[in-house]
């Protein structure tokens, strides 16, 4: 299973992007699907999560802001982030568990994306 990010980039603060990661290989099914950051010189923290039944979990400092959603279809997952602040800069990692096709249990991360907000 892999797990593929895009999106990220240098915006101004205020700006807006949508990062993207798409699930590929022996999947059977995926469960949960979410989006963790990482700041230089912290440790990695949640973002946002959701549930193959959409079900959505949110940190504290994004609520209102960021908006994860997905498509099981396309077994891809984005994050909306809006009214990005210069806290918000990081390395933006997906991650999704569930079964392969051989069903054996996976948790898989993506590669990150960068996201640099400017003040």
């Known amino acids: 299973v892999q797990l593929q990010a895009s999106g990220g980039g240098l915006v101004q603060a205020g700006g807006s992007l949508r990062l993207s990661c798409a699930a590929s290989?022996?999947?059977?099914?995926?469960?949960?699907m979410g989006w963790y950051r990482q700041a230089p010189g912290k440790v990695r923290e949640l973002v946002a999560t959701?549930?193959?039944?959409?079900?959505?979990n949110y940190a504290d400092s994004v609520k209102g802001r960021f908006t994860i959603s997905r498509d099981n279809a396309k077994k891809t997952v984005y994050l909306e982030v809006n009214n990005l602040r210069p806290e918000d800069t990081a390395v933006y990692y997906c991650?999704?568990?569930?079964?392969?096709?051989?069903?054996?249990?996976?948790?898989?991360w993506g590669q990150g994306t960068e996201v640099t907000v400017s003040s």
């Open positions: 991650n999704a568990d569930g079964l392969t096709t051989y069903f054996r249990s996976y948790n898989q």
């Open positions: 959701i549930t193959s039944g959409g079900r959505t």
């Open positions: 290989g022996s999947i059977f099914s995926i469960n949960a």
